[in-house]
C-alpha cells in the first residue's frame, strides 16, 4: 500500500480546517485533462463534506508531455505566495483549453496581482524548487500519474468519480473513529 | 555511450537518447506468475545477487548499446510490454521526468521492449522521452528471456525493472502485473541503497 511519504504541514496549500476528520491530498498536473475532470468532482466532495474534509493540493506536473503545465505550477505558486494560491487554482483548471504564459499574466491581473512580478518569477525561476519538491515527494509516494489521491495519506488507487471518492472517504473517516474509540 | 556501428551521420547521433518501440498491446489476461510462460521454461526473474546478462542492442537504427558499455555506473532496465500502449506511455512518461533524480544517484535509464528501432523512434519523438529505448527485436525477446521477464504466449516482455550496480550486478529487480504502472519509487529506494 503507497502512502504518502512526505508529511502535509503549514507550508502546503489546503481548504478545510486541520482539525477535519479526514484529510484527501492530490497530486495533479494543470494541463492534465484528467485533472480537469476531477477538479469539479472535488469541488462537490468538499461541498458533501463540509468542515469534515481538508483538502490539500499539490504539483505533478509532467513537464515533457504538458508544455505548459511547469509554468501553470509556478504560476499558482505565484499566486500562492501572495495569498490567492486556490483562486488561480480554480482559474488555471477552468481556463485549461487556453494555458500559456498570456493566459497566466491575464489571470494574474484578474486576481490584482502584479503580472511583471508573475513573469519575473517564471523567468527567474523563483517556484521550480518549490514545484519538483512537490514532485519528487509525489515520486516517491507512490505518484505515478495524475491525477493521484491520497486519502489520510493512503494512496487511492480507486477511480476518482464523486461515489468513490466519496466511499472512500467515509471509510476512513469510520476507520479513524473507531481507531479512537479502540 | 552507444557506440557507432557504422556512421550515418550527425543527425542519427542525435537521436540516440531518443527511442520508440513497436509491440503489441498486451492482451489484459492472466497477470498471475503462475500463467506465465516465462515460468512454464523454468525463466525466473532475475534476482539481486545475479550476475547481470550483457547485451547488445540497437537504439538507434545505425547504433547498438551494450550493457558493458555502461560499466562504472548504475543501471537501471525498464523492460516494458510495448510502445503506445496506455500504461507504457505513462511509466515512460514518469520515468522520463524523473530522469533528473536517477542522474543524481549517475544511473543510466534503459527502456526495453521487442517493438522495432522505428518504432521505438516514432515513440519517443511523441513522448519527448530523453533516455534510449533498446530494440529486443531480433531475436525477438532473447534479452528479456535472459532476465526472466518474457511473457511467451503474448510475445512481449513483462514490465520487470532491474537496478544493475557498477560492477553488472543485479541488484534489485521487480516485476509489475503487467497492467500496473510500478512508479519510480522502487528505482529511487535500490539507487539510494546502492549509494550508501
Keep these: 500500500m503507497a502512502t504518502l511519504k512526505v508529511p502535509i504541514t503549514s507550508t502546503d496549500h489546503f481548504q478545510g480546517p486541520e482539525s477535519a476528520d479526514v484529510t484527501m491530498a492530490e497530486y495533479g498536473d494543470y494541463e492534465c485533462p484528467h485533472c480537469g475532470r476531477a477538479h469539479p468532482i472535488v469541488k462537490s466532495v468538499q461541498k458533501y463534506f463540509g468542515e469534515r474534509l481538508r483538502f490539500v493540493f499539490r504539483n505533478f506536473p509532467l513537464g515533457e508531455m504538458h508544455p505548459h503545465a511547469e509554468a501553470a505550477a509556478e504560476t499558482a505558486e505565484f499566486a500562492g505566495a501572495h495569498g490567492k494560491f486556490w483562486e488561480m487554482h480554480d482559474l488555471l483548471f477552468e481556463n485549461q483549453d487556453r494555458l500559456g504564459g498570456q493566459l497566466f499574466l491575464g489571470l494574474a491581473q484578474e486576481l490584482e496581482l502584479s503580472a511583471i512580478a508573475l513573469r519575473q518569477a517564471l523567468e527567474g525561476g523563483e517556484f521550480k524548487s518549490r514545484v519538483r519538491g512537490d514532485f519528487t515527494g509525489g515520486v516517491r509516494s507512490g505518484v505515478n500519474g495524475t491525477p493521484t489521491f491520497f486519502i489520510n495519506g493512503r494512496r487511492h488507487d480507486g477511480s476518482f468519480d464523486f461515489e468513490s471518492l466519496v466511499l472512500a472517504i467515509e471509510e476512513a473517516i469510520s476507520a479513524t473513529k473507531s481507531t479512537a474509540k479502540a | ?196
Design chain 2, 1 to 196: 555511450m552507444p557506440h557507432q556501428r557504422r556512421g550515418k551521420g550527425q543527425k542519427e547521433e542525435k537521436n540516440a537518447m531518443t527511442i520508440v518501440k513497436t509491440v503489441p498491446d498486451s492482451p489484459a489476461g492472466s497477470h498471475s506468475k503462475s500463467g506465465n510462460d516465462a515460468h512454464a521454461l523454468g525463466a525466473e526473474l532475475l534476482a539481486a545477487g545475479a550476475v547481470a546478462p550483457n547485451f547488445n542492442l540497437n537504439v538507434t537504427p545505425d547504433q547498438t548499446l551494450s550493457l558493458s558499455d555502461l560499466r562504472g555506473r548504475p543501471v537501471i532496465l525498464a523492460f516494458y510490454p510495448s510502445d503506445w500502449s496506455p500504461v507504457c506511455g505513462d511509466q515512460m512518461a514518469l520515468y522520463n521526468e524523473v530522469l533528473p533524480e536517477f542522474h543524481r544517484f549517475g544511473a543510466e535509464l534503459l527502456g526495453v521492449s521487442v517493438d522495432g528501432v522505428w518504432c521505438h523512434r516514432a515513440f519517443a519523438e511523441a513522448r519527448h522521452l530523453h533516455f534510449p529505448l533498446l530494440a529486443d527485436f531480433e531475436p525477438k525477446g532473447l534479452v528479456a528471456r535472459q532476465y526472466g521477464a518474457y511473457r511467451a504466449k503474448e510475445g512481449v516482455s513483462e514490465r520487470a525493472l532491474f537496478v544493475i550496480d557498477k560492477n553488472g550486478i543485479i541488484s534489485w529487480s521487480y516485476c509489475s502485473p503487467i497492467a500496473v504502472n510500478p512508479g519510480a519509487e522502487g528505482i529511487l529506494q535500490a539507487l539510494e541503497d546502492l549509494s550508501k
